[in-house]
């Protein structure tokens, strides 16, 4: 069973960093994605940033953040990394590790989550 374990959220002050990080562990044939959702109170779920393990590591990034996070990878690990700076109250959310992956070899690719990881941005 595979299993997403983020860590590294808190409270922050605005014009701070923080880095965030998500490690699959279980039964993992093949990722081919891995990103960060985040989910402020009363809003949907939005892509924050993505990276291919593909295709050379392309990289996505929501325009609000373009600039201020840095997506990255530990391939050796199956571990992704959300490096976040220059964080306002606006980023202030429950953020999510997500996963697109291929538990098993015959296996169909599926999206996996963490639990969620808070970012409080507050002065």
């Known amino acids: 069973q595979v299993q997403l374990v983020e860590s590294g959220g808190g409270l922050v002050q605005p014009g701070g960093s923080l880095r965030l990080s998500c490690a699959a562990s279980g039964s993992i044939f093949r990722i081919a994605t891995m990103g960060w959702f985040r989910q402020a109170p009363g809003k949907q779920r939005d892509l924050v940033a993505r990276?291919?393990?593909?295709?050379?590591?392309?990289?996505y990034y929501a325009d609000s953040v373009k600039g201020r996070f840095t997506i990255s990878r530990d391939n050796a690990k199956n571990t992704v990394f959300l490096q976040m700076n220059s964080l306002t109250p606006e980023d202030t959310a429950a953020y999510y590790c997500?996963?697109?992956?291929?538990?098993?070899?015959?296996?169909?690719?599926?999206?996996?989550w963490g639990q969620g990881t808070q970012v409080t941005v507050s002065s």
């Open positions: 990276i291919s393990m593909v295709s050379g590591g392309s990289t």
């Open positions: 997500n996963m697109y992956l291929a538990p098993e070899k015959n296996s169909d690719f599926r999206n996996y």
